[in-house]
Nanobody
Framework: QVQLVESGGGLVQAGGSLRLSCAAS????????MAWFRQAPGKERQFVAR????????LYADSVKGRFTISRDNAKNTVYLQMNSLKPEDTAVYYC????????????????WGQGTQVTVSA
């Protein structure tokens, strides 16, 4: 079993930046595909970014491409989401998740989820 704890959310003005962190338990962190999803009130949970165990294959939703960067530090069992040029429409609860090598861009393909961290972007 994997435990995931997100941190780094908060309130920021449009155009600002935040870095989210997700700390994972276990000794096999590098074997997991890691991803970030987000969910705004009244909306479906939405794919944001994914990264392979080695960090070599990042994938982004079109809505965040060029603004967000996913990365990982396997020595620290941590995955990050650097969010730049934030927009009000980025406001959501952001969730860290872990899955196997076949995990894709739908939430049901992931096995473990964190509690989420709130990101609010003001106009």
């Amino acid at each position: 079993q994997v435990q995931l704890v997100e941190s780094g959310g908060g309130l920021v003005q449009a155009g600002g930046s935040l870095r989210l962190s997700c700390a994972a338990s276990g000794r096999t962190f590098s074997g997991y595909t890691m991803a970030w999803f987000r969910q705004a009130p009244g909306k479906e949970r939405q794919f944001v970014a994914r990264i392979s165990g080695s960090g070599s294959r990042p994938l982004y939703a079109d809505s965040v491409k060029g603004r967000f960067t996913i990365s990982r530090d396997n020595a620290k069992n941590t995955v990050y989401l650097q969010m730049n040029s934030l927009k009000p429409e980025d406001t959501a609860v952001y969730y860290c998740t872990a899955g196997g090598v076949v995990a894709g861009i739908v939430p049901t393909s992931y096995q473990y989820w964190g509690q989420g961290t709130q990101v609010t972007v003001s106009a």
